[in-house]
């Protein structure tokens, strides 16, 4: 066993940098009140005309501190942090002509700002976007207070406003919300799909023989990728962790300079996966937080993007400790799902491998975590079922983890987990650090709340394949078919958080 990479993210994608403008496409500005005047109460109006008959229509904005936009007098986007861009649809809010882009934005201290973007598409696939520039009118609010609702509607005169002040253009240096919303982001969310030529990342420390070539940098306008898995086509699909949605990539050629990654959103209503597998035409989902549990999404009309999802087995859980991975069984028709120790079973499990009377009985007084941590949490811990493709028989395989991240399957079907540490357990009696696990049928490896966790040489109980020592257990993976060198081409391959390693075992 030895690090393999020394990673910047779990993910082996990169979350800091902001990837360059789209050639040929206007700059978004952030703007806020012209004429040299100050207001923590703005008002913008930008009017633009629409001709022809429209396919789509796609609006995303933020500000520093809170806005609400509305088009054409009706109410389209609010949105209170400016970290985060906010995005919708507003096809039918446009009509032939004449239309309104209106603002009310406001400011609580600082440097303030505005910005927005707005990709219309015609029936001939003719796209033109609208961005905030100078061009866009403003007033202070603050001291207009008798504007009325007529300052909302296309006839209005504005010919008393201002003309806005330009802070500088989106992902520009030296701006405090550079980091956070970029041209890429913008564009996303505004219906754009952004590209990124690959570039060799000499951050990464490899050993001799591999090449780590950095695809695309996440931005935040796509919130964090916490899973990644192959899609249909040779794609790959990767699920934020809050509520940004799925996204399909697909990857630039390895070594191929002039060739671009390019990132689509999925028109699926589904996030949160910490699970992500590609099986049976269907992509399954396992969603973490809010509807917890195994989704099935399909592709409805034929153009490789799935956008219907089905809800197949609620799983009762959330955050780190919550339901994770989903992977094909050796059968090649069901599946396998994992989940940490603070997810209980589904409901109906039909049948165990393992012996369901695991009560808790212990000879030494349990003392529960000092911290309230997993206090009151009882077996089996995290566990590990297997489900038809419907996600209705549900069969217990193994039990008794902490928090195992994700599964993967030797070439002979023999099932391997990673499973987490207690950090705050370190030196105590108690402490099991970071391992492998061969998760074999009836398994149980012991995992108890507080000091009650089972030592290795319990007969009850599986010892480790391998410790790892201390870490935060991610994904894990083997390398059959990669083009390693040699001896890393059967390796299992374990990401740990923590330390941004990889490990080949």
Known sequence: MKPLFSLLASLAIGLATTPPAFADEPVAQWIWLGGGENSSQVAFRKTFTVSGEIKEARIAATC???????????????????????????TKMLKPGVNLVSVDATDEGGLAGFIARIDVTDKSGKKTSIVTDKSWRSINKKDNTTLGKDWQSASYNDSSWKESRE????????????????????????????????????????????????????PSGMGSWVSLSNYSDGRLVASDQGDSGLFVIQPAPIGDKAAETVIEKLPVELS?????LWAHDSLYVVVNGGKSGLHRAVDTDGDGLVDKADYLMPVSGGGEHGPHAVILAPDGKSLLIDAGNHTKLPDAIATSRVPMNWGEDHLLPRRWDANGHAAGVLAPGGWIIQTDALGKERELISMGYRNQYDIAL?????LFTYDADMEWDLGSPWYRPTRVSHATSGSEFGWRSGTGKWPTYYEDSLPPVV????????????????KYPEKFQKALYLL???????YAV
């Open 410 to 414: 030797n070439a002979d079907g023999e």
């Open 272 to 276: 949160s996966a910490q699970g992500l």
């Open 64 to 90: 520093d501190n809170g806005f609400t936009l509305s088009v054409n007098g009706q109410k389209a986007l609010a949105g209170k942090a400016w970290e985060r861009l906010e995005s919708g649809d507003i």
């Open 167 to 218: 802070i500088g253009a989106v992902g520009q240096g030296g701006l405090p919300w550079s980091n956070a919303v970029t041209a890429a982001g913008l564009a996303l969310a505004a219906g754009e799909a952004p590209t990124l030529k690959a570039v060799v990342d000499k951050s990464v420390n490899a050993p001799e023989g591999f090449r780590v070539e950095k695809l695309f940098d996440v």
């Open 496 to 502: 740990d958080w923590t330390y941004s390693t990889i």
């Open 467 to 482: 410790d790892i020592g201390p870490g935060s257990p991610v994904g894990v993976t083997f390398g059959y078919g990669a």
